[in-house]
Each structure stands twice: as C-alpha cells, then as structure tokens.
C-alpha cells in the first residue's frame, strides 16, 4: 500500500476499527485491571495497554519503516511518517460504561496530520480524514454546521486532571456561558473534534491535551471546514490549547474565551 494521504487514512481505520473491537469486548474483564497516571483521576485499563500493542503490531505489519506514538508506550516522532496513537480516548467513560470512548489513530509527516480515523467501539461509527480529500463519518461526507449567531452556538469542551487548573476552566467556562448557547463537555477531546465535524456542535476548546487526544480529530474537523487552532497557534488562548469551530461563529468565539479568561491560566 502507497503513502498517499488516503492511503495511510485506509490504513488507519481498518487498525483503529480492530482495536475498537478489542476495547468492546474485552471491557468487562479490562476494567478490573486500573491503575492512574497523573492523578487519582487519569485512569489506565488493561484494555488501554491492550489496544495500543494491537496497534503497534499491526503497524509494524503494514509499516514496519514508520514511527510511533502512543499514550501508553511512548515513541519519538520519525523523519517519514509518524503515527500517534491514543488506544482509548475518554478511559474514564471506558471504565463507568458511558459510550462516549473511541480509538484514534494519526499519520503525521513533520508533525502535521495528514490522514486520520477515530472510530467509536460501542456505536461502530468510523470518522476518517485524509489532508486536501475531505472527512467522513462512515463514508458520508462531513461538514461543519453555519450557526448564525455566536449566542446560538453549542460549544463543546473539556477539563484537566489536576484539581486547580479545573477549577480556573471551570470559571472560564461559566463566563463563557452567558454569550453562547450552551456548553457540552462529554470526556472525550477526539470525539468532541469529530462533532464539530459533524456539525453536532458549533464549537470546541480544551486545553493541556497531548498530541494523541487531538492528531486525528482536527484533521477530522479541518478537512470538514472547521477552523482549527492547536498548540503553539493561538497564544492568546493558551499555548497548549486546542479550538475548532464553524468558520462562521469562530472569530467571535475565540474573542470570547479570552474574554473568559481561557488564556489566563
């Protein structure tokens, strides 16, 4: 198989998709085996290790020359293509049985994602993006929604593990709540990119994700015609911070989280 974008994005929901299947049917034995990471809070199952060593034995199958990294296992990003892999993203929906969980697999060259899946174990949905070819959702075309006013949009986002920085989102958020619609926030950054893809929200922001939480998901929300920030991009919201919104509303959004204070801490 070729390295064209749509190829690497055929390779990667055909490995995300049987690491999907893993996680559903092996979660009732995986999530007996816990540990954490950062805090209390920041979970890790068996079925997270699970996933991603499926991963990396089916990549170095198809791509055995490539780079890969993982949440769990690390990695270096290569000189070519690089994978970066999140195994399960939202493990702690995962482990309390909320469907809201999905694999995510990125190819990246030079640190920029050019193709992309996350699929969803509990619905079977496939969201796939290949750079300059458009996104999916199960071989549909994506688009992002045309909110017509910021007051009317529905923003999604997410929350750190560490209990102060939660608590300034937190307050930031509740600004923010008086200028949109409403707010979602669902556990799972990859899933929250492929809504604003989809259109099932208007626009999303988090901050303090690892590049795994986001390499397929804002290609998803790019390639959908969102307009997407990452980390480095946008220092007024955050250097780590990532943001994706319909073209439309994003302007006037961004200009509101800072209002909030999303940036300042």
């Known amino acids: 198989m070729g390295s064209t974008a749509p190829d ?15 996680a559903r049917t092996t979660r009732e034995s995986a999530i007996r085996d816990v540990d954490t990471k950062s805090t209390a ?13 499926l991963i990396r034995a089916r990549l ?22 690089t994978w970066v892999v999140d195994p399960i993203d939202g493990t702690v929906n995962y482990l309390y049985g909320y469907p809201w969980y999905a694999v995510s697999v990125a190819a990246q060259v030079g640190g920029v994602s050019v193709a992309g899946a996350v699929v969803e174990p509990a619905s ?11 996104a999916w959702l199960d071989g549909r075309p994506l688009r992002v929604s045309a909110p017509a006013s910021l007051d009317v949009a529905l923003v999604a986002t997410g929350f750190a593990y560490a209990v102060d920085r939660r608590q ?19 556990g799972s950054a990859a899933l929250d990119l492929c809504a604003v893809a989809a259109g099932w929200v208007d626009g999303y922001v988090e901050r303090g994700l690892s590049r795994w939480d986001w ?21 007024e919201l955050g ?4 943001f994706a919104a319909a073209p439309g509303v994003a302007d006037e959004l961004a200009r509101a989280l800072v209002t909030a204070g999303m940036g300042a801490f």
């Open 124 to 134: 079977g949905r496939r969201w796939t993006a290949a750079r300059g070819h458009g």
């Open 60 to 81: 170095a199958e198809l791509r055995p020359a490539d780079a890969v990294l993982g949440e769990e296992d690390g990695g270096t990003a290569g000189d070519g293509v």
């Open 239 to 242: 250097a780590d911070a990532v």
């Open 215 to 235: 390499a397929a998901g804002a290609l998803i929300a790019a390639e959908a015609g969102a307009v997407v920030s990452l980390p480095g991009d946008s220092p």
């Open 41 to 53: 809070t920041d979970v890790v199952t068996a079925a997270d290790r699970a996933a991603e060593r």
């Open 168 to 186: 300034s989102q937190a307050a930031a958020v509740a600004r923010l709540l008086g200028v949109v619609r409403d707010i979602r926030r669902s």
């Open 8 to 22: 690497l994005a055929e390779i990667a929901v055909v490995i995300a998709a049987e690491a999907a299947e893993l």
